[in-house]
């Protein structure tokens, strides 16, 4: 099966604008979870899809949002960028079931 | 919510020598733990988990313990290679869902 892919792979934006990113899961796998990875904060869990409901949620404001369709892609939307948000977003699927995550190769997004 | 510590978050060892990586975790309702091998520019990759109604895990060079107790659990690399050079992260599952809370990572060196 293709792995978990991620679009775009790099992003540069300015502070105030919006930027969507996308995930593709492997096939079959309905959960969804994204992460931010900062070099101070390792990673931090976003939120967490499963099924086009999300059902897990981390301590990001509100600016962070994600769905999910049904064909388990997910996208997650940051609004009103700020600097801090440059970081790796990476995202990652599990088969229902079964508990190992398997991590996309990230999109890098740099905020300037 | 879960909160994950790890240590120590460098770690140089010689090439042959043993790597020990240790979490702790905060809620007593989580039942497994992998841990993640991220390699420079790379998305993290499985290495290795364990499920708390076991006390340890074994896959050749590589082993987990967890005490459910103490609410920690260990990382043991024996006889380190150079391409064992990688930041590793333990982390836990959270309350629901198949989400993970992870810990800060360990970058470890392996010199020849």
């Given at each position: 099966?293709a792995?978990?892919?991620?679009?775009?792979?790099?992003?540069i934006?300015?502070?105030?604008?919006?930027?969507?990113?996308?995930?593709?899961?492997?096939?079959?796998?309905?959960s969804?979870?994204?992460?931010?990875?900062?070099?101070?904060?390792?990673?931090q869990f976003?939120?967490?899809?499963?099924?086009?409901?999300?059902?897990?949620?981390?301590?990001?404001?509100?600016?962070?949002?994600?769905?999910?369709?049904?064909?388990?892609?997910?996208?997650?939307?940051?609004s009103?960028?700020?600097?801090?948000?440059?970081?790796?977003?990476?995202?990652?699927?599990?088969?229902?079931?079964?508990?190992?995550?398997?991590?996309?190769?990230?999109?890098?997004?740099?905020?300037? | 919510?879960?909160?994950?510590?790890?240590?120590?978050?460098?770690?140089?060892?010689?090439?042959?020598?043993?790597?020990?990586?240790?979490?702790?975790?905060?809620?007593?309702?989580?039942?497994?733990?992998?841990?993640?091998?991220?390699?420079?520019?790379?998305?993290?990759?499985?290495?290795?988990?364990?499920?708390?109604?076991?006390?340890?895990?074994?896959?050749?060079?590589?082993?987990?313990?967890?005490?459910?107790?103490?609410?920690?659990?260990?990382?043991?690399?024996?006889?380190?290679?150079?391409?064992?050079?990688?930041?590793?992260?333990?982390?836990?599952?959270?309350?629901?869902?198949?989400?993970?809370?992870?810990?800060?990572?360990?970058?470890?060196?392996?010199?020849?």
């Open positions: 099966k792995g978990v892919t991620q679009t775009p792979r790099y992003l934006k300015t502070r105030g604008q919006q930027v969507t990113l996308s995930c593709s899961p492997i096939s079959g796998h309905r969804v979870s994204w992460y931010q990875q900062t070099p101070g904060q390792g990673l976003l939120f967490e899809y499963f099924s086009e409901t999300q059902r897990n949620k981390g301590n990001f404001p509100g600016r962070f949002s994600g769905r999910q369709f049904s064909n388990s892609r997910s996208e997650m939307n940051v009103t960028l700020e600097l801090g948000d440059s970081a790796l977003y990476l995202c990652a699927s599990s088969d229902a079931g079964l508990e190992t995550q398997y991590f996309g190769p990230g999109t890098r997004l740099l905020v300037l | 919510g879960e909160n994950v510590e790890q240590h120590p978050s460098t770690l140089s060892v010689q090439e042959g020598d043993s790597a020990v990586i240790k979490c702790t975790y905060s809620d007593s309702a989580s039942n497994y733990f992998p841990w993640y091998k991220q390699e420079l520019g790379k998305r993290p990759q499985l290495i290795i988990d364990i499920r708390s109604n076991v006390g340890e895990k074994k896959d050749q060079r590589i082993a987990v313990t967890l005490n459910k107790t103490a609410k920690h659990f260990s990382l043991h690399i024996t006889e380190t290679q150079p391409e064992d050079s990688a930041v590793y992260f333990c982390a836990a599952r959270r309350n629901s869902g198949y989400a993970l809370n992870f810990g800060k990572g360990t970058s470890l060196l392996v010199t020849p």
